[in-house]
């Protein structure tokens, strides 16, 4: 869901699901079929999984799916297992699996994970592994040779790289602002996405600008105050924050004379919010995040 904030600050909350609908995100695979019983650790993973056609039977911190994730729908058989650092034994061993999936962030947890099934371990968040969406592509070969499925995810990682040329299709020739990607920590400090990271990547594979040059840590971010935006100084970048934007953050920031100096606070600017980011490394959120800001940019430019 997009809200948007307009009139200097003034805030004016409306939908815009429907061109959410509008976006052609490529269907995941969902028809049943005869498979390892997997259990994930990890939403991207698993939201990697529902693609190439093999939904998990359990993972971890479920209840949060439909707000971080979204799309895809996780299928309602799937069964919690707890969260990813404090993982219910007891259910996942009852749910018997031949493979649990994880990352490098829950090594802690692999003498216990290998006593119940053989542990498949992928990591793309690390030091000097480069561009993010490259390494999540390399990630989803990995992990469909684990499964095989190796053929599911060659046309799954076609139909998302069409995805993406028809978002830059239909942004090509318009005069796009640069945007500058951002979590609201509180009234005083966001987190800013840049590359090498996942979100930076997307907006150069459907191309768009990214108002925030300078490098961040390997996973795409860096915590910044807000003066620090005023170091963007193209008059006519947007800002786009991610939800959840904490409830009384717009209301501060409309009566701080430093937010009203920044190019962003002028009239008849506005200051879009989109779907909570995740950064997990799972394809099918990186085509949502395209499908959404091509739907806003297309339709404002």
């Known amino acids: 869901m997009f809200v948007e904030a307009r009139r200097a600050m003034g805030v004016t909350r409306r939908s815009l699901l429907q061109f959410a609908a ?42 949060d799916w439909d707000r971080w994730v979204v799309e895809p729908p996780m299928p309602k058989s799937v069964v919690d297992i707890g969260s990813s650092f404090e993982v219910n034994f007891e259910i996942l061993v009852t749910l018997k699996p031949d493979i649990v999936l994880t990352t490098p962030y829950l090594d802690e947890l692999l003498p216990k994970l290998q006593s119940v099934a ?83 990547n997307v907006l150069e ?19 910044i105050g807000i003066e620090d935006l005023s170091k963007i100084t193209d008059p006519d970048a947007r800002l786009i924050a991610f939800d959840p934007v904490p409830p009384d953050v717009l209301p501060k920031l409309a009566q701080s004379p430093l937010w009203n100096r920044l190019a962003f606070a002028r009239p008849g600017q506005s200051v879009d919010s989109a779907a909570g980011p995740d950064v997990w490394h799972g394809e099918p959120r990186p085509m949502r995040f395209a499908g959404l800001l091509t739907d806003l940019l297309e339709k404002e430019a």
């Open 118 to 200: 053989k542990v498949v371990r992928l990591e793309v968040f690390t030091p000097g592994i480069g561009s993010i969406l490259p390494a999540a592509i390399a990630a989803t070969r990995k992990l469909a040779g684990e499964l095989g499925r190796e053929n599911e995810a060659e046309q799954f990682l076609a139909r998302a790289d069409a995805f993406f040329e028809r978002c830059r299709s239909r942004l090509a020739g318009k005069n796009l602002p640069p945007v500058a990607l951002v979590n609201f920590m509180d009234a005083r400090h966001v987190r800013i996405y840049s590359s090498p990271g996942l979100f930076h």
């Open 205 to 223: 594979r459907i191309g768009v600008r990214n108002a925030w040059t300078r490098e961040s840590n390997y996973w795409g971010f860096e915590t």
């Open 22 to 63: 509008a976006s052609v995100v490529p269907a995941p695979l969902f028809a049943q079929s005869i498979g390892p019983r997997i259990v994930s650790l990890d939403y991207g993973l698993a939201s990697t999984l529902l693609s190439l056609g093999l939904p998990p039977v359990g993972i971890s911190d479920l209840a």
